[in-house]
């Protein structure tokens, strides 16, 4: 079963735009995570927040945590082709059974 | 330093065959994680190995099957395809213990056609 729902499941923005997704998710987590993954290929891992954790930078993207909401954003900045990917949140639940449940990804397309 | 790698690339079987996978984890890494990934889905956890044992399982049938070896590469084995075992196979690796965080590195994944 999926943990998290990422919103939208597609979005096109123009190159140079900021690009918003948000995941929810239904169980307490320990830390949550997001993922890229370009066509089908390996994901690459993002930024991991900890559930004590309200907001995180690097580079060109900023992750937000909302516990009491059980949701999460991440927002990148100034996109650029290479940005043209699926992104997805993963969680940690809180027992630490080292399961990480992924959501569904959002496509997102940045138009030239 | 080497990432994960993951073998076959690609591979094509028909229904009712057999098919192992393989990958090795990141240097230093001891932890071995199994996901599959339908096509537009995310990944789905299959297993996890440590200390060459299952420690974890999520919903998948008995079909599935893996091994870890003592040098932490480990096999992910599924019997009797079916149709809807085409995805892409996922492998990350992470090191256990110690660490409250659980980053995943993961492979390039193998491609797996069930005709």
């Known amino acids: 079963s999926q943990q998290g729902e990422e919103d939208p499941q597609a979005l096109s923005i123009q190159e140079g735009e900021n690009a918003t997704m948000n995941c929810s998710y239904k169980t307490s987590i320990n830390n949550l995570q997001w993922y890229r993954q370009n066509s089908g290929r390996g994901l690459v891992h993002l930024i991991l927040i900890r559930s004590n954790e309200r907001e995180k930078h690097s580079g060109r993207l900023r992750v937000t945590l909302d516990t009491s909401k059980k949701s999460s954003s991440l927002l990148i900045t100034a996109s650029r082709a290479a940005d043209t990917a699926s992104y997805f949140c993963?969680?940690?639940?809180?027992?630490?059974?080292?399961?990480?449940?992924f959501g569904k990804g959002t496509r997102l397309h940045i138009l030239p | 330093d080497a990432g994960v790698t993951q073998s076959p690339t690609h591979l094509i079987k028909t229904r009712g065959q057999q098919v192992t996978l393989r990958c090795s984890p990141k240097s230093g890494h001891d932890t071995v994680s199994w996901y599959q990934q339908a096509l537009g889905q995310g990944p789905q956890f299959i297993f996890q190995y440590y200390e060459e044992e299952e420690r974890q399982r999520g919903n998948f049938p008995d079909r599935f099957s893996g091994h870890q070896f003592p040098n932490y590469s480990s096999e992910l084995n599924v019997n009797a395809l079916l149709l809807g075992d085409s995805a892409l196979y996922l492998c990350?690796?992470?090191?256990?213990?110690?660490?409250?965080?659980?980053?995943?590195?993961f492979g390039p994944g193998t491609r797996l056609t069930v005709l």
């Open positions: 990350a690796s992470s090191l256990a213990g110690g660490a409250t965080d659980n980053e995943q590195f």
């Open positions: 993963a969680t940690e639940a809180l027992n630490r059974d080292d399961k990480i449940i």
